[in-house]
């Protein structure tokens, strides 16, 4: 076997490991679709969330309420604090429009939101790439790394045995500085026939960011346009 054939054989291996690596990624986030019940006929997104955020050191209790239109609507109140909002390409933070990088971030924030819902990823502009196993606590899980061209690579961990999101992990940039995310959803909640995001605990650079309690879902076809208009 001369060498130009042994390269077209190590060619030929490369991409056929390629590929099963692809079908295994799919296979497992097919299974965590089914698991789940999302199916994506219901975009618009509303619930309530409580818990506690230590962006700031001591942990400060919060009350909020969440509505999203995915991918490009958003808005976050929380209670005699701040409402932000996003819709399309303009964005608000306590009534001031947002600047450009803010706006971005805010963006990468949604989108890793929205790809936690699994059926976007039937989209051919995702590339989906299984990473192995690992564990997350005392739970088996096998990894999905999630890329777009348009975005930043995000990554999720799912129960080799419900087939459920464990943790997400993410960069993101706070004050400029570019940190590593990780997102871990302790609890579950079934809403009809779907099953969403309980409880959550959030850490950047390993510090512990936030504790969240998330309740009260609701799905429509269509928020009121005045939800994402300037707060």
């Known amino acids: 076997m001369n060498r130009f054939t042994l390269a077209l054989v190590a060619l030929a291996l490369v991409v056929v490991s390629t590929r ?24 618009a997104v509303s ?33 005699n604090a701040f409402v932000i909002v996003v819709n ?29 819902g699994l059926h976007p990823l039937s ?27 348009d975005r930043r690579d995000v990554s999720r961990f799912f129960d080799k045995d419900s087939h459920l999101v464990v943790k997400i992990e993410q960069m993101v940039k706070e004050m400029g500085n570019e940190m590593k995310q990780e997102t871990v959803i302790n609890e579950w909640a079934k809403v009809g026939d779907v099953k969403v995001p309980g409880k959550m605990t959030i850490k950047r650079d390993g510090k512990l960011y936030v504790e969240g309690e998330m309740s009260d879902y609701q799905a429509t076809e269509k928020h009121p346009e005045k939800t994402f208009e300037k707060p």
């Open 88 to 116: 399309g390409d303009k964005g608000w933070f306590g009534g001031e429009e947002m600047g450009k990088d803010q706006l971005a971030e805010q963006k990468e924030s949604m989108y890793a939101s929205w790809v936690l």
């Open 123 to 149: 989209d051919k502009a995702f590339t989906l790439k299984a990473i192995g196993e690992d564990k997350v606590g005392d739970k088996a899980v096998v990894g999905v790394k999630v890329s777009h061209k």
């Open 47 to 79: 619930w309530k969330g409580k818990g506690k955020f230590y962006g700031m050191g001591d942990g400060i209790d919060y009350t909020g309420t969440w509505s999203t239109h995915m991918p490009d609507k958003f808005r976050m109140e929380i209670e």
């Open 20 to 43: 099963g690596e692809d079908a295994d990624a799919r296979k497992i986030v097919d299974a965590a679709l089914k698991a789940t019940g999302a199916n994506g006929k219901m975009p």
